[in-house]
T-cell receptor
Framework: AQSVTQPDIHITVSEGASLELRCNYSYGATPYLFWYVQSPGQGLQLLLKYFSGDTLVQGIKGFEAEFKRSQSSFNLRKPSVHWSDAAEYFCAVGESTGGFKTIFGAGTRLFVKA | DSGVTQTPKHLITATGQRVTLRCSPRSGDLSVYWYQQSLDQGLQFLIQYYNGEERAKGNILERFSAQQFPDLHSELNLSSLELGDSALYFC??????????????FGPGTRLTVL
């Protein structure tokens, strides 16, 4: 069965520092992969997605992610974190089943210190 | 603002009761998805409807049911409520609903508290 693992429950980085959030997935075929962000009290917003092609994908708000099939990973990166990036980040894998199912990881909460 | 609306924002009820959560998709979107977010289970996909028909099913309990109406709004019915059903319930919508992915836009959620 498909699954998504986000090994870090929370991460703290200083403002201006670089960020990498880890994600590993388990899926038989080439997966649909996503990163979502959830700010406190808000719904989810899509940051970026990967289906095929270039393994380095660019998203909104200066985020990027790299798909590495050999490592079953899809890590999210940002070169310089802003205080407004403090939120919870979810990695997810999608499956086409006649409709579309999305399986989420447990999430990583990002804290940004001044 | 994603354009997806959910009512009510908050709901407090007792064990054994039944509640209905409502979702209005973005204008023009034909698919509606329901998700449950709880401390125990994390964020889980429940069910997808496309133009009134069920298209995909996830970890939805038999006590829960959903439907999508001709005007495309959707309702999630939760019955025989238990303490563990306390969670944030999200609705999302997308343009289409088949095997191909279309970006899902999430509503703000309904927070259900079962006492």
């Amino acid at each position: 069965a498909q699954s998504v693992t986000q090994p870090d429950i929370h991460i703290t980085v200083s403002e201006g520092a670089s960020l990498e959030l880890r994600c590993n997935y388990s899926y038989g075929a080439t997966p649909y992969l996503f990163w979502y962000v959830q700010s406190p009290g808000q719904g989810l917003q899509l940051l970026l997605k990967y289906f095929s092609g270039d393994t380095l994908v660019q998203g909104i708000k200066g985020f990027e992610a790299e798909f590495k099939r050999s490592q079953s990973s899809f890590n999210l990166r940002k070169p310089s974190v802003h205080w407004s990036d403090a939120a919870e980040y979810f990695c997810a894998v999608g499956e086409s089943t006649g409709g579309f199912k999305t399986i989420f990881g447990a999430g990583t909460r990002l804290f940004v210190k001044a | 603002d994603s354009g997806v609306t959910q009512t009510p924002k908050h709901l407090i009820t007792a064990t054994g009761q039944r509640v209905t959560l409502r979702c209005s998709p973005r204008s023009g979107d034909l698919s509606v998805y329901w998700y449950q977010q709880s401390l125990d289970q994390g964020l889980q996909f429940l069910i997808q409807y496309y133009n009134g028909e069920e298209r995909a099913k996830g970890n939805i309990l038999e006590r829960f049911s959903a439907q999508q109406f001709p005007d495309l709004h959707s309702e999630l019915n939760l019955s025989s409520l238990e303490l563990g059903d306390s969670a944030l319930y999200f609705c999302a919508s997308s343009t289409t609903g088949g095997n191909l992915y279309n970006e899902q836009f999430f509503g703000p959620g309904t927070r259900l508290t079962v006492l």
